[in-house]
């Protein structure tokens, strides 16, 4: 398997076999197999976007991946990721990258879930949910194969739920971009930043490649948040006002930054200047860890 993968190519001719994939049972297999192989088999590109009747029954949409038993998800105490200055330590290094495997493999499951969520959502917006679930296997595979490339194996070591536990709240597409586009992914402009860097001073210019391509990727992903969010909204609202009243607890803004604000990408994404302004304040405002200083005595948010 490649360490790097190029982005699909979306234009290329769909082959039979990929018609008959119904994009329902895909997903539903991402999230729900415990085989780490099926949940990062490659999405085609061209899948059958039919719905039945049992596919508009959310009474049995799944609340948490099922996972294999080395890969299942542990509390936050029980799985501890290093700083980014343990790049340089080998043993270190390879819990950074799995830690980053496992972002990308719930990111995966996320989308898939989405697309089980919102079977009534507007077919553009499930078929951006659909290349996201192909580019988020993709980073998963490709900080897979960083791993091995370091000796390791992705299950060598408990994971977190991070993300996977911030959907209860989650009810509308509208929660689901303003959650996973414009606060996770949103933050990982400039946490990639930041790992890439200290992979580079860390002596893994590998890994640096691969994060740096995440990145490309994520300002895609962003810039879907931010396109949905225009259209979802209501007329009068702001894109901030917007954004806000769709956060679900427990995520506050503070969650869409990294340790280092950097308001260039969003303005190429196309933020407006008030939005940018409000992260900024709200970066201001959030401490080490996602407290947030204006709640005193508040827990971390992971
Ligand atoms: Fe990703
Ligand atoms: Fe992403």
């Not at 991946?65 to 290094?93: C, E």
């Not at 894109?239 to 995520?251: C, D, K, N």
Request: overall charge neutral; charged content about 25%; hydrophobic content about 35%.
């Amino acid at each position: 398997m490649p360490e790097s993968e190029p982005p699909p190519n979306r234009l290329r001719a769909p082959s039979g076999a990929a018609l008959t994939v119904r994009v329902q049972d895909f997903a539903r297999a991402v999230v729900t197999s415990p085989e780490l192989e099926i949940k990062l088999k490659r999405a085609p590109n061209s899948p059958s976007w039919s719905l039945r009747d049992e596919d508009l029954d959310l009474s049995d949409l799944p609340r948490t991946p099922t996972r294999a038993p080395s890969m299942q998800i542990v509390g936050p105490r029980k799985a501890k990721i290093p700083s980014l200055q343990g790049w340089a330590d080998p043993s270190q290094r390879r819990k950074i990258l799995h830690a980053l495997t496992n972002h990308e493999l719930q990111a995966a499951e996320l989308f898939a879930w989405a697309l089980l969520a919102f079977p009534a959502a507007p077919e553009a917006f499930r078929r951006g949910l659909w290349e996201i679930m192909q580019d988020e296997q993709r980073h998963t595979r490709m900080y897979r194969a960083r791993l091995q490339a370091h000796g390791g194996e992705f299950g060598d070591y408990p994971v977190s739920g991070h993300f996977w536990h911030k959907i209860g709240g989650i009810v509308s597409p509208t929660h689901f971009i303003c959650a996973m586009s414009l606060t996770f992914e949103n933050a990982n402009l400039d946490h990639t930043v930041e790992s890439s860097q200290a992979a580079l001073v860390g002596g893994d210019p590998g890994s640096a490649v691969v994060i740096d391509q995440v990145r490309r990727d994520e300002m895609n992903h962003v810039r879907f948040g931010w396109h949905w969010l225009r259209h979802f909204k209501r007329p009068e609202q702001s894109m901030w006002e917007a954004y806000r009243e769709s956060l679900a607890v427990p995520l506050h803004a503070g969650r869409a930054t990294g340790k280092n604000f950097d308001p260039d990408p969003r303005r190429e994404i196309g933020f407006d200047e008030n939005f940018i302004e409000e992260l900024r304040r709200a970066h201001a405002h959030t401490g080490p860890g996602g407290h947030r200083l204006d709640k005193p005595g508040g827990q971390p948010l992971r």
